[in-house]
């Protein structure tokens, strides 16, 4: 993985809060459709739970968690975030309790408590994460017994910054059809490059590419169990929003959901 500097990958992400909450709100397209209900699935919060929502940007998930009746502690690195999301929290006081804090640090981790969370979940951030092995040492201390973690993720087999989106139009018949794919150029080696989240963003940020093996691995090596796994592509599309748009491609998901579990 190339080394970056930790204050340049914050840098860009302070410098895209306040647009990234005003245009995202409460979820875009990708988020409402792709991401949030197979990790509300996974997470099968109960009431009265106490759940960790990592790098929690704007608040909209924690917002969704404490709607389900969840107690909500949330935190991200960018000090922005964090005043966009408690901006935009004022009615769940009491129900949120947001914290400026990096996850690749241990001893802000551990900070947040002992055995304190009955779950935990991280969307669509550890491919901003340069280091994600403090977060795995952390979540068994973090977690309750029987605890678990779901993140999502951009699918690193589909979906990264050395994948190329094509659709071709080959012969059905008496006509054509259009057949979308992906060119993938590069998967088993780790790398980092600058890329953007949504189209007009003010600045670039940094992703960090990991194969499956060493995306799990740091957490099955603190002994987490895989223990659900879910893959979300398009299902039509009515609304593409351009012409290579992930909408088109429905037999390839753009987005991975993982639950890894505590085992006692």
């Known amino acids: 993985m190339t080394k970056n500097d930790p204050d340049s990958v914050r840098d860009a992400w302070e410098r895209n809060a306040q647009w990234w909450s005003e245009y995202f709100g409460e979820g875009n397209d990708f988020h409402l459709q792709l991401v ?14 106490h759940v960790l929502d990592i790098a929690c940007g704007n608040g909209a998930f924690s917002r969704r968690l404490a709607g389900l009746g969840a107690s909500v502690t949330a935190f991200d690195f960018s000090s922005a975030f964090i005043a966009c999301a408690k901006e935009r929290s004022a ?14 640090d241990d001893a802000q981790l551990a ?11 991280a969307n669509m951030a550890l491919m901003d994460m340069a280091d994600i092995e403090p977060l795995a040492r952390a979540l068994p201390t973090l ?4 605890g678990r973690f779901v993140f999502s993720i951009m699918h690193p087999c589909f979906n990264n910054n050395a994948v190329r989106l094509s659709i071709e139009d080959e012969q059905d018949g008496p006509g054509f059809r259009s ?9 088993l080696t780790a790398f980092s490059s600058k890329g953007i989240g949504i189209v007009g963003q003010p600045a670039p940020q940094t992703y960090f590419h990991r194969s499956l093996h060493e995306l799990l691995g740091p957490f099955l090596e603190q002994g987490l169990a895989l223990t659900g796994l879910e893959e979300r592509a ?4 009515a609304s593409a929003r351009g012409p290579l748009s992930w909408d088109h491609f429905q037999e390839i998901p753009p987005v991975l959901v993982v639950r890894l579990s505590m085992i006692s």
Not at 91 to 104: C, K, M, P, Q
Not at 111 to 121: I, Q
Not at 143 to 146: A, E, G, H, T, V
Request: hydrophobic fraction near 40%; charge should be negative; proline fraction near 7%.
């Open 36 to 49: 949030a209900p197979p990790v509300e699935q996974l997470l099968d919060v109960k009431s009265g739970e």
């Open 91 to 104: 009615d769940y006081a009491g129900r949120i309790a947001y914290h400026v804090l990096d996850a690749s």
């Open 111 to 121: 900070s947040l408590g002992h055995h304190a969370f009955d779950a935990a979940v």
């Open 143 to 146: 977690l309750k017994p029987n």
């Open 179 to 187: 057949v979308p794919s992906v060119r993938i150029t590069k998967y």
């Open 234 to 237: 398009f299902e039509d599309a």
